[in-house]
């Protein structure tokens, strides 16, 4: 049977105070609504629609082929907005998860789960519950005396009676399409809120017999919704220790868990080991027997194996096997750090490529620069590489020698074996093997102190 998904993200969210979208705040390296459209795709539906309202072209630029998106453009309730679904869905005869785009701690398995039930049993509708010890807020889930789902009640409209019930409605569903959007516009707004709630849809289903059908959820942290900024941080650290449990189940040793932010997707062999402090961001892939840290930010980088970075930020870069980056070294986007490199402290590496076995030992700017292997850049040296219109190429071949102090006005080419004598200032190539010297004659004034202090 085939499986598609609407989810709904058409809200504000007021308490989040904020001009973006509820749905994408991120969290765990990416949006509330990223997260639930990878829970609805594992799940195994082939077809997502996602019901946006509020900051619509947002949501449509952040979705783009991964889903549809179909508009709600006044918020009327719950089924009102599956309701906008109806036409991307006329043509479907098999089940559909409806999910909230705040609930970004929803497995995919979780789903997979209530659908499979959901077929098993030939429901109309199952719903997911939990039992919370504190349920205020969400809808509570009233049973038949059979122990069947009757309805649902929201908390504003629920006598006192009903309030003390325990298991609540989660938001997430599964039905059966065809007959579903007929009933939905059977739905009344006459509530405390005035809104055409998709709860009421069960409460249509079982005074016509149909097979109403309840999934309990053992973690009802995983339906946690989204409503300040307050809750979206308690979301993150929830996501961020599954993400560390998983790697450190994988052979990744994790020091201080509590002090370390690795995004969802990070990817890092067995045997590395992160320090405390530290943030892996974004499309991150780290080899086996790394060190990484402390107090590093390393975003959208490859990095091989038995590297060691610490203290250092890199984004967007290439850094090989056996490398050595830090402590205090800024590597920025689009550098390539070959195998055996040492970057040492505040060294900024800019669009570069660095081969192999190279040193880059301390103090030294390199910005568009290709240094070949073996080179030594001495202290302190600076590749001019910018004239305040045009940026410029610095060439340093295999096993140059750049003493301390220099700076290489680009575009400029040291060649194979050349060296580059210390407090040098070099406006032209230098040929291979070549000894390139570009300073003043040094003049020493004798007595020039006492002269001096005498006057």
């Known amino acids: 049977m085939e499986l598609a998904a609407v989810i709904l993200a058409a809200g504000k969210g007021t308490r989040m105070k904020s001009d973006l979208p509820k749905v994408l705040h991120p969290v765990g390296g990416k949006p509330m609504l990223g997260h639930v459209l990878d829970a609805v795709a594992q799940a195994g539906a082939t077809q997502r629609i996602v019901v946006a309202g509020f900051g619509a072209r947002q949501v449509i630029d952040f979705v783009g082929n991964d889903a549809r998106v179909v508009l709600q453009e006044k918020q009327l309730g719950t089924a009102h907005a599956l309701l906008q679904a109806e036409d991307e869905l006329k ?18 398995s979780t789903l997979a789960n209530l659908a499979r039930h959901h077929r098993e049993t030939g429901a109309a509708a199952t719903l997911l519950t939990a039992e ?17 789902v009757a309805r649902i009640v929201e908390q504003k409209d629920a006598s006192p009676e009903e309030l003390q019930v325990k298991e609540i409605n989660t938001g997430v569903y599964c039905f059966k399409v065809p007959g579903l959007f007929a009933a939905l516009k059977e739905i009344s707004p006459a509530n405390a809120q005035g809104e055409y709630y998709l709860t009421d849809i ?25 409503n300040d900024r307050i809750q979206l941080s308690r979301a993150a650290a929830v996501l961020r220790r ?13 020091v201080d868990p509590n002090n370390t932010y690795i995004d969802q997707g990070v990817k890092i062999g067995r045997d590395s080991t992160i320090l405390p402090f ?29 590297v060691e970075i610490q203290y250092s930020v890199a984004i967007a870069s290439r850094i090989g096997s056996g490398a050595v980056v830090g402590p205090y070294a800024y590597i920025r986007p689009g550098t390539v750090v070959g195998e055996q490199v040492k970057i ?29 292997e073996k080179v030594n850049v001495g202290a302190g040296t600076i590749t001019c590489n910018y004239d305040g219109k045009n940026k410029y ?21 040291v060649g194979q074996g050349a060296v580059v004598a210390a407090g040098s200032t070099i406006t032209k190539d230098v040929p291979p093997n070549a000894l390139g010297v570009a300073r003043e004659r040094q003049t020493n004034v004798e007595d020039w102190v006492k002269r001096r202090d005498s006057k």
């Open 278 to 306: 530290t943030f892996l961001l974004g499309n991150t892939e780290v080899g086996s027997g790394c060190t990484i840290g402390p107090g590093s930010k390393i975003t959208d980088c490859m990095i091989g194996e038995q």
């Open 242 to 254: 599954r993400t560390l449990d998983d790697l450190m189940a994988s052979g990744v040793t994790i």
């Open 91 to 108: 043509d479907f005869s098999g089940d559909l998860l409806v999910v909230c785009g705040d609930t970004p701690l929803l497995r995919g």
């Open 132 to 148: 919370m010890a504190d349920p205020t807020g969400y809808g509570r889930v009233i049973r038949a005396a059979n122990g069947n």
């Open 393 to 413: 190429q610095t060439i340093l071949e295999d096993n140059a020698f750049i003493g301390s102090n220099t700076n290489l006005v680009a575009p400029v080419k």
């Open 344 to 372: 040492g402290d505040f060294v900024e590496i800019k669009k570069s490529t660095i081969g192999k076995g190279s040193k880059i030992p301390h103090l030294s700017y390199v910005g568009d620069a290709v240094i070949g």
């Open 202 to 226: 069960i409460g249509i289903f079982t005074q016509r017999g149909m097979n109403v059908q309840a999934v309990a959820l053992a973690d009802a942290q995983e339906v946690q919704g989204i």
